[in-house]
């Protein structure tokens, strides 16, 4: 069975630049959940997506953006980037069978805006 | 609006000694709790988790945790320290029917040798 998976490991744009980061998640999950992780904070929820839909959204602007795809991998894109966009972004996978949902996080993705 | 308050942003143990992590959760409806680990530039490693039933609940690698409903607590335990454990925790909450989970601060644990 494998993990959670993110490319790539690390990344360095500029302000105002695009960025598309993915997420494969764990073999028979179907939700993602993408979360930014500022230097010294814990995880911020950014979006949940479940069926290829937006199935929940945390206080982050509408250039924070995101898929699923039928495999149930995603992507998080990001528009216009700031210098605080700079953080660890981090993708869980979980599945919706029942109300006891556990998410399983990857490894993450560096993303430093200069 | 769930929140949840590590109070110790580091705690320093000797390896060998018991340890234990504070966390504080507000939520007005019954919480899903979580403990992650962080090891320096990695993801998050799921612990342990409380969804119901038996108030003490068991993780890997030794760790135990204790919900206390009356103290809003889910305090994170080991009986004894390894140099390995030395990370950054993180307590989070949940709830049925909600997407999000909600992570404190975290925890910085330093292992003295």
Redesign the interface.
């Known amino acids: 069975e494998t993990g959670?998976t993110?490319s790539p490991t690390h990344l360095i744009k500029t302000r105002g630049q695009q960025v598309t980061l993915r997420c494969s998640s764990q073999s028979g999950h179907n939700?993602v959940?993408w979360?930014q992780q500022a230097l010294?904070?814990?995880?911020?929820?950014i979006f949940?997506y479940?069926r290829e839909e937006e199935?929940?959204r945390?206080n982050f602007p509408p250039r924070f953006s995101g898929l699923q795809f039928p495999n149930y991998s995603s992507e998080l894109n990001v528009n216009a980037l700031e210098l605080d966009d700079s953080a660890l972004y981090?993708c869980?996978s979980s599945s919706k069978q029942g109300?006891?949902?556990?998410?399983?996080?990857?490894?993450?993705t560096?993303l430093l805006v200069l | 609006a769930q929140s949840v308050t590590q109070p110790d942003i580091h705690i320093t143990v000797s390896e060998g000694a018991s340890l234990e992590l504070r966390c504080n959760y507000s939520y007005g409806a019954t919480p899903y709790l979580f403990w992650y680990v962080q090891s320096p530039g990695q993801g998050l490693q799921l612990l342990l988790k409380y969804f119901s039933g038996d108030t003490l609940v068991q993780g890997i690698k030794g760790f135990e945790a204790e919900f206390k409903r009356s103290q809003s607590s889910f305090n994170l335990r080991k009986p004894s320290v390894h140099w390995s454990d030395a990370a950054e925790y993180f307590c989070a909450v949940g709830a049925a029917g909600y997407s999000t989970l909600t992570f404190g601060k975290g925890t910085m644990l330093l292992v003295s040798p």
């Open positions: 959670v993110q939700t959940s979360y010294g904070q814990g995880p911020q929820f949940q479940y199935n929940g945390g981090l869980a109300v006891e949902e556990t998410q399983y996080f990857g490894p993450g560096r």
